[in-house]
T-cell receptor, first 113, second 114 residues
Framework: SQTIHQWPATLVQPVGSPLSLECTVE??????LYWYRQAAGRGLQLLFY??????ISSEVPQNLSASRPQDRQFILSSKKLLLSDSGFYLC????????????FGAGSRLTVL | DAKTTQPPSMDCAEGRAANLPCNHS???????VYWYRQIHSQGPQYIIH???NNETNEMASLIITEDRKSSTLILPHATLRDTAVYYC???????????????FGTGTRLQVTL
């Protein structure tokens, strides 16, 4: 079965500091991968998705970036964090065709001070 | 994608059936209805999906009206652990090489009480 590992689970970072959130998956190959963000009291916002190694699509302009260096690794980064980057970051894995079934990881909760 | 409308909140007594409605009057013939839920501080969890026929799995039942303009998610015997935000999403089937890009709206906050 598919397993998603996200780390760190929680972190507190000062404004202007860099960020790296990592997501690795097991139990599947060539998955579609997604990064979502949920700000406090808000809905989920799709940030990035990837349909293959090195293929990244961005949904909204922001100071975040994503990379997929390996088939089952998806990284979310920032060079300088803003207060508005605070939120709950979720990595998800999805099928490459057929039903739109996404499996979400446990998430990384980021607080920018 | 078709827009969906859900009530912002609902209450249900534990042990009773929870019936969560969703309107999707602009749904296209090739769009499926998906339901996810999000328990507090967790990622969303897929529940069920369907096109025309009613569907049932170990978690819930999905009833889609004949004109497909609305649907109801039924949790037959709600428990406290079913307290969550429930999202109704309408989406075409995924084509190979593309991404799901699901949009989660505000959903329905279901509170199951003793």
């Amino acid at each position: 079965s598919q397993t998603i590992h996200q780390w760190p689970a929680t972190l507190v970072q000062p404004v202007g500091s860099p960020l790296s959130l990592e997501c690795t998956v097991e139990g599947t190959s060539n998955p579609n991968l997604y990064w979502y963000r949920q700000a406090a009291g808000r809905g989920l916002q799709l940030l990035f998705y990837s349909v293959g190694i090195g293929q990244i699509s961005s949904e909204v302009p922001q100071n975040l970036s994503a990379s997929r260096p390996q088939d089952r690794q998806f990284i979310l980064s920032s060079k300088k964090l803003l207060l508005s980057d605070s939120g709950f970051y979720l990595c998800a894995i999805g099928r490459y065709s057929g039903a739109n079934v996404l499996t979400f990881g446990a998430g990384s909760r980021l607080t920018v001070l | 994608d078709a827009k969906t409308t859900q009530p912002p909140s609902m209450d249900c007594a534990e042990g009773r059936a929870a019936n969560l409605p969703c309107n999707h009057s602009t749904i296209s013939g090739n769009e499926y209805v998906y339901w996810y839920r999000q328990i507090h501080s967790q990622g969303p969890q897929y529940i069920i999906h369907g096109l025309k026929n009613n569907e049932t799995n170990e978690m819930a039942s999905l009833i889609i009206t004949e004109d497909r303009k609305s649907s109801t998610l039924i949790l037959p015997h709600a428990t406290l652990r079913d307290t969550a935000v429930y999202y109704c999403i309408v989406r075409v089937e995924l084509v190979t090489g593309t991404a799901s890009k699901l949009t989660f709206g505000t959903g329905t906050r279901l509170q199951v009480t003793l």
